[in-house]
């Protein structure tokens, strides 16, 4: 393979894979990982919801949520390897940062036993984005660590993760608990028309439930009063973080056809981010279909032969399909993005060492 | 037993929800009017079907939360132009994003009424519903509004809706599987989850299943073309697994109708109509077999 089709990794400090989900991010993010790791550098990589075996493989058994060390004995790993692995669990992040940030014991049980964030707290808009971000953070700051790979929540769009610190704000901020509550008298003069006929929506939709949804949702959002700047703080670091020029961005996704839209709407939505995608990787492609001359040639029975023919044609056809949807794919990918193939491993990867095998189809050495 | 009138299609991402949704919609369609909700946004299913397809018998139809959050809010402002603003206001968007799971209720909520009105005109709905994680979220939401509202009207609201998911004649789940392990796996997690939930799996579709070409034994006579014994045997697995889905789908008393994998170089509306027939032959008619034998 030529070396524009691989990727290539520097001195960044992070990875962050993005894609939609079902399209091997996990995987592709543990074997970048292990790559650098065997390579001699300090590596973290943090997962989000790895197939079984795969956890197994990097020392996270089932329940397992505090950071493991791989044991990379027998990969010929250079001097310095080190490879950790994290399972996000995106509700004990949030218990964690409340218990972190809350500016009292009363603020902090508040919140835990708010009845929104007892019930839907990880599922509330952005939450698991956010909290990725928030332990990406946390990881940055270990000087020790070399690089970090990081996995992202399956998205369904692109944005669903880079703008979960934006949204969180902007849910936690002054506008949408002024709107909620009865009135901050330092907002009173400021709302507009339009906050104030949503105002009267909202209230409508509160009368019709009849629930006090709304005054539960302003006793959530309003016991981050204090809290506020906190989060800011942090958000603006992932930000910054994201736009590093030490960070490589890449977008993962698979040549199946139904998929080119939505990994052109990630690629559009990324460039109106502002950021700058570091290659779009395509995972699971079909490896070179052998010569048909070598069925010709070969000393078999006339019946297995045409067998042999008929699968090559097969299999041929899938080809054509994915090399057009390929083709579709690349007219949409910016120029100075490398668009990177990663072969199928032909079989689920389950070890380490099949890991290595991913790598080696996948970066430049 | 006979199917449910509104039939919700999800699988692991890449499983071919979007085609398994259409084909379905299409086999059905020629049975009785069906309507095909594509929740999807970006136009796949039309692509899927083509112009051509769509007619008396079968509509598309697009849901999405947004439109859904418009449609509630003009309910309750019935002044269009008021209402819009409403909408387009940037304090309103942070509210709904912080009223948890109420888009995803709409969306329920909807689908809910399209199984009414299905059950009332004798129609069939399919939805190509999102990737099992979220379709499962999806469904548990109103439990979640339920519990949040232990009162009024959004709890009669939550409970209709949980009561139509349940409803065997209204609402199922249909599953998509490929040949491979992790689409086997969260196939048989969804099932599992959907039994907790207490809402129908109607029966899983093995998708892409390829067809067998040969035996073990041939492959082993096949040591001087290896690049060749290494596709045919990639094929075998392929097959094999695909046998072994459907027993692990069937011992954990889930239907399976296999589909083959279509060896096109292109996927549209001819290879679409070619699995509606196979769906038709392979579901529909033993459905009917079914429900015939145990009528009598």
Redesign the interface.
Known sequence: MKRAEMLELGDQRLVICLGPGGVGKTTLSAALALNAAIGGRAVDVMTVDPAPRLLDALGLGAGQSAMQTVSLAGLGAHRGARLRALKLDAKMTFDALIERHAPSAVARDAILGNRIYRNLSTTLAGVADYMAMEKLIELHDDSSTGLIVLDTPPAREAIDFLDAPRRMLELLGSRAITLLGVGRSAMGGRWSMLDLAARAVLAAFDRLTGLHLLSDVQGFVRSFDGMYAGFADRAARAQALIRDGKTLVVLVTTAEAERIDQTGEFIDALSAMGLTLGAVAVNRTMAPLPAASKIANADLPAALKRKLKRNLDDFGALKRRETAALARLRERVPAGTRLIAAPDLGREPRTLADLVEIARNLIAH | MALPRLILVTG?????K??VAAALAMALARRRPTTLGDLDG?G?IARLIGAAHEGETLEVITITPHGELEAF?DR??PLRS??R??L?????G??T?????LEAFLMLERLRLMAGKAALEDRFAVIDA??T??AL?LLA?AK?IR???P?????RLSSAVEEFLIDRNRCGVMLTVTP???AL?EALEAAATLRDLDIECVGAIVNMA?TA??TAA?IA??G??E??A???E??RELNEFADRAREELELAGIAVTELPML?????GAEEVEALSGRLETELLDRQAHEAESTNR
């Open positions: 692991k991402g890449g499983t071919g979007s085609t970006r796949t809010i309750i402002v008021v209402s603003r409403i387009q206001s940037r304090t309103f942070y509210v994003a912080a009223l948890p799971g999102p990737a994680g979220h979220e939401v979640g519990k949040l509202a009162t009024g009207t959004l709890h491979e392990k992790l796996r390829p070409l040969f041939e006579k096949l001087t073309v690049a060749h290494r596709l045919a990639r094929r060896y096109e170089a292109a996927l």
